[in-house]
C-alpha cells in the first residue's frame, strides 16, 4: 500500500529514516496522518508529478490516521496503525 501524504516545508525537510512526518493525506481531505518514517529510497518521478513539487519515498513505514489536527497532536487516532507501508510524503 502507498499512502501520499502532504507536509509543510519543515516537516518535509525533517523527516528521515526512522523518523516522523505529520501531514494531510492526499486524496482524503481532513484525513490528518501521523507516520513513523521507515528506510528512504529513491523517488522514481512518475509523469503525473507536479514539476514544482518536491517528493520523498519511504518504505516500511506505519501510519496513523485521525479526523482532527487535534485529535492527531494529542495521539487520538481513529484506527490500529497500518503497519508496513510505503509512504510518500510531498511539499
Same mark, same amino acid.
Request: charged share 25%; net charge neutral; hydrophobic share 35%.
Given at each position: 500500500?502507498?499512502?501520499?501524504?502532504?507536509?509543510?516545508?519543515?516537516?518535509?525537510?525533517?523527516?528521515?529514516? #526512522?523518523?516522523?512526518?505529520?501531514? +494531510?493525506? /492526499?486524496?482524503?481531505? =481532513?484525513?490528518? &496522518?501521523?507516520?513513523?518514517?521507515? $528506510? !528512504? @529510497?529513491?523517488?522514481?518521478?512518475?509523469? #503525473?508529478?507536479?514539476?514544482?513539487? +518536491?517528493? /520523498?519515498?519511504?518504505? =516500511?513505514?506505519? &501510519?496513523?490516521?485521525?479526523?482532527? $489536527? !487535534? @485529535?492527531?497532536?494529542?495521539?487520538?487516532?481513529?484506527?490500529?496503525?497500518?503497519?508496513?507501508?510505503?509512504?510518500?510524503?510531498?511539499?
Amino acid at each position: 500500500m502507498v499512502i501520499r501524504i502532504k507536509a509543510i516545508k519543515a516537516e518535509f525537510k525533517a523527516s528521515c529514516t #526512522n523518523g516522523c512526518v505529520y501531514g +494531510e493525506m /492526499r486524496g482524503k481531505r =481532513g484525513l490528518y &496522518v501521523y507516520a513513523e518514517l521507515g $528506510q !528512504e @529510497k529513491s523517488y522514481i518521478p512518475s509523469p #503525473n508529478d507536479d514539476p514544482k513539487t +518536491e517528493y /520523498r519515498l519511504f518504505t =516500511g513505514c506505519s &501510519v496513523f490516521f485521525a479526523k482532527t $489536527q !487535534e @485529535k492527531l497532536n494529542q495521539g487520538e487516532f481513529e484506527a490500529e496503525d497500518l503497519p508496513n507501508v510505503t509512504v510518500i510524503i510531498y511539499c
